[in-house]
């Protein structure tokens, strides 16, 4: 059974940092595609980051030059870097496999439990 836990979320200031953690188990993670989403009060999740087994990634226009997904698959864990933090960034952040029938993002993947980033002053 996979499972996806993520950390590392918490409040920051504007500007700030932040880097989020994703360690996975069950199952052969280097095989897989591996992704941040969020999801904002009152808004649709979306995705913010993605990489592949190759480490080859894709960022939202709204994040790009800020934030940095990586991998260890030694350690089976993924992380979000994120830096210049805005107010607009603040949500709920979830870590996302895919898998051989569901593709990244499908309610039917696998998903953490989500961690919580707050960005004010």
């Known amino acids: 059974q996979v499972q996806l836990v993520e950390s590392g979320g918490g409040l920051v200031q504007p500007g700030g940092s932040l880097r989020l953690s994703c360690a996975a188990s069950?199952?052969?993670?280097?095989?897989?595609?591996m992704g941040w989403y969020r999801q904002a009060p009152g808004k649709q999740r979306e995705l913010v980051a993605a990489i592949n087994s190759g480490g080859s990634t894709d960022y939202a226009d709204a994040v790009k030059g800020r934030f940095t997904i990586s991998r260890d698959n030694a350690k089976n864990e993924v992380y979000l870097q994120m830096n210049s933090l805005k107010p607009e960034d603040t949500a709920v952040y979830y870590c996302?496999?895919?898998?051989?029938?569901?593709?990244?993002?499908?309610?039917?993947?696998?998903w953490g439990q989500g961690t919580q980033v707050t960005v004010s002053s």
């Open positions: 996302n496999r895919d898998s051989a029938d569901y593709e990244l993002g499908s309610p039917y993947s696998y």
């Open positions: 069950g199952s052969i993670f280097s095989a897989y595609i």
